[in-house]
């Protein structure tokens, strides 16, 4: 197989209906404060993951929590897994701080995240 590799899971966002209740169990179970603590958003740095709570699951609508594959290249890793069969869900998009991200389908609906630092 050939194409571009991944660096792995180490983005994994949680949509939460709560977000003071989830900062909270969020921090006691990974014992540490959030790195960023926003209305928006609360994500915590745990060892090389990244951890973040969306209230109401986001612009997105999440419904469940979506692991994000760090990929070198986001347009020619979309590329390869949309030709593999699965199905673009969120296109790239700007999310800020340098980052881009993008979700995809498997044909059985799991919902994959992608993103690259640039």
């Known amino acids: 197989m050939t194409g571009s ?4 899971i180490r983005t994994v966002l949680h949509p939460v209906s709560d977000l003071a209740t989830a900062r ?3 921090a006691a179970l990974l014992g540490v404060p ?3 603590d926003a ?3 609360v994500g915590f740095e745990v060892d090389g993951q990244h951890i973040g709570l969306v209230p109401g699951g986001g612009p997105q609508g999440m419904t469940s929590p979506v692991a ?10 979309l590329a390869e897994v949309t030709a593999a ?3 673009v869900r969120e296109p790239v998009r700007d999310v ?3 980052r ?3 979700t995809v389908t498997d044909p059985d609906g799991n919902v994959l995240g992608l993103l690259q630092d640039r």
């Open 5 to 8: 590799s991944t660096q792995g």
């Open 100 to 102: 881009l991200a993008a």
């Open 68 to 77: 994000y594959w760090h990929v070198p290249d986001l347009e020619a890793k």
């Open 39 to 41: 209305s928006y958003y």
């Open 34 to 36: 959030p790195q960023t």
């Open 96 to 98: 800020g701080g340098g």
């Open 24 to 26: 909270e169990v969020y």
């Open 85 to 87: 069969g699965a199905t």
